[in-house]
């Protein structure tokens, strides 16, 4: 009786197996492969999931180390710079003085000197700067004289030309850059021609560089005191882009001493040419 009883059970169940398919077969390719599907589906996404992780992981390591390799590609660039600090209260006065072979009558017709050699010479261009900017640093590099310093950015609150670029953000402090070529303008006067302006990380458009050196100088005029005759006019400008006292409106004015009639940077040097006048032979 026991297997006719197993025997008797297992054709029920196939009889049942087989009304099953007869009754639900068509949908069974469907749901079968929609079961494959879904079971595909999760395995993809844990896939994906396992790789964005891991992507994310790899791209914050190779984020941190390219910022490190700039990190110390900047600091061995100022290392080779070899910035120097000036005070405009308190300019670096260099051993001996640089220029005095210029004022010899057999002496050179130029001297070639290094940044620590000319920063006091260069120190009055501080005193143009933003009034928070009392020290700043400053090299030479190739054919450009280079400057930065801390400022504070409320300096340049309602100056439209700044705030079309950065915008109305103007609170904290931050590092101006500037770089450019020393051009003589006329004897006694040279010009620092500011074609660099960075601010926040942003370097500003060369046409909009004109319009802060005009805010700049004006805000360096008021702020003198007894010396309005050393910041002439920038208001107008002739064919050239120059300001009525011949300094192109991109850039800051640099008084030259007498004994110097001609001013450039040169392989990372600032060369000094000798003045021929005969006020400058009888020194």
Request: proline content about 7%.
């Amino acid at each position: 009786m026991g297997c006719l009883s197993r025997i008797g059970c297992a054709v029920v169940l196939v009889a049942g197996a087989a009304a099953g398919y007869w009754l639900y077969g068509d949908r069974l390719p469907s749901v079968l492969s929609r079961a494959a599907s879904g079971a595909a589906d999760k395995v993809t996404d844990a896939a994906v999931r396992t790789s964005e992780r891991l992507d994310s992981q790899e791209g914050a390591r190779i984020a941190a180390e390219e910022e490190a390799r700039r990190r110390a590609a900047r600091e061995a660039r100022d290392k080779e710079l070899g910035w120097v600090t000036v005070n405009a209260d308190n300019p670096v006065v260099p051993k001996g003085n640089p220029l005095a072979p210029l004022r010899r009558k057999s002496g050179p017709a130029y001297v070639s000197l290094t940044a620590a050699q000319v920063a006091g010479f260069l120190a009055p261009l501080l005193k143009q700067l933003p009034p928070s900017a009392s020290t700043a640093q400053l090299a030479l590099d190739g054919d450009q004289l280079l400057v930065r310093t801390s400022v504070s950015l409320s300096d340049f609150t309602g100056q439209t030309a700044i705030g079309s670029v950065l915008g109305k953000a103007l609170v904290g402090e931050d590092t101006l850059f500037l770089a450019g070529p020393l051009e003589p303008v006329r004897p006694g006067l040279a010009q620092f021609q500011i074609r660099e302006l960075r601010l926040k990380g942003i370097d500003v458009p060369t046409r909009v560089i004109p319009g802060i050196v005009r805010s700049l100088r004006a805000a360096a005029g008021q702020n003198a005191k007894g010396e309005r005759a050393a910041r002439p006019a920038v208001d107008s400008a002739d064919s050239a882009g120059r300001g009525a006292d011949g300094v192109a409106l991109n850039a800051l004015p640099v008084p030259l001493p007498s004994t110097v009639s001609d001013v450039r940077v040169v392989n990372g040097k600032l060369t000094l040419y000798r003045a021929t006048s005969p006020a400058t032979r009888k020194q």
